[in-house]
């Protein structure tokens, strides 16, 4: 159901630049409390833990509930002093992974 | 038996009254005192005050399902003082917790954005928590029109 994470990085950015980055991943984030057509409670499937790495040291991470919104949409900052690679894990309940990496040069 | 009308009449309402509360309790949406408990566990032992941190969100969010919401702490974010954390409540939902984040310095600013949803109309809570343990926190109430967790 989770289709690939849309992440906005800046290309470039100069040492010390704070950037910010927006991270969006379709999944439904079913909140265990909504009822299917036979009256029967939807089990919970949820992203519960996003996280953000720069060169392998995370940076931002988020623990996610139920009262997240479908599809969830994180915007956060960044300040870098080096060129590099973001990694950002999503963390399903069901134990999938999803990622995405982006580079980022920094002059 | 001799049942008068007027009997009858306290009876049913009595039985009235406890069926609403059974069903009120059915419902066990998150109480004050659940978030309170949240607080008290994430500021662990510490005074909450207000102040510094800013929580941005909709007046009337008319859709409950995706409420967006901001929120930012003044902090230097340097390796010595930083905002640790940032916790979003909802105290009106099933479940009051909504979100926690965690920041670094590497951050440079202790802001984010992100969407949630609001079961009805209510308060939002967040809760910072910086690196020397002092803890503040905001309150916003935010009507909503149609709510957004399903049932």
């Known amino acids: ?14 040492a010390g630049d704070i950037i910010t980055i927006k991270t969006l991943i379709s999944h439904a984030m079913e909140s265990g409390q909504r009822k299917g057509k036979d009256g029967n409670l939807i089990p919970r499937k949820i ?31 960044v300040k870098v002093m080096e060129s590099g690679t973001f990694n950002f894990v999503w963390l399903d309940d069901d134990g999938t992974q999803y990622s995405s990496s982006n580079e980022i040069a920094v002059e | 038996m001799n049942i008068s ?11 009235g009254a406890v069926v609403l509360t059974g069903f009120k309790a059915n419902i066990a949406f998150a109480d004050e005192a659940k978030t309170q408990a949240a607080i008290d566990a994430f500021a662990n032992g510490a005074t ?23 929120i930012e702490v003044e902090s230097p974010m340097t390796a010595d003082d930083y905002v640790q954390s940032v916790m ?25 954005t992100t969407r949630m949803r609001l079961a009805k109309t209510q308060n939002v809570i967040a809760i910072a928590k910086m690196s020397d343990g002092s803890v503040v926190m905001d309150k916003k109430l935010v009507k909503v029109t149609i709510g957004g967790c399903g049932g």
Not at chain 1, 3 to 14: I, W
Not at chain 1, 47 to 66: C, H, Q, R, W, Y
Not at chain 2, 48 to 70: D, M, Q, R
């Open chain 2, 88 to 112: 979003i409540l909802a105290e009106g939902n099933p479940n009051p917790g909504v979100a926690t984040l965690h920041f670094t310095p590497m951050s440079g600013v202790a802001a984010a």
């Open chain 2, 5 to 15: 009308r007027r009997k009858v009449l306290a009876l049913g309402a009595g039985l």
């Open chain 1, 47 to 77: 992203i519960n833990k996003f996280t953000a790495d720069f060169n392998g040291t995370t940076v931002f991470s988020a623990d996610l509930e139920p009262g997240i919104a479908a599809n969830p949409f994180i915007e956060f900052n």
């Open chain 2, 48 to 70: 909450v005050e207000s102040g510094k941190i800013t929580l941005t969100a909709p007046e009337i969010a008319e859709n409950g399902n995706t409420v967006p919401i901001s």
């Open chain 1, 1 to 14: 159901m989770a289709s690939k994470p849309r992440v906005k990085v800046p290309k470039k950015a100069a």
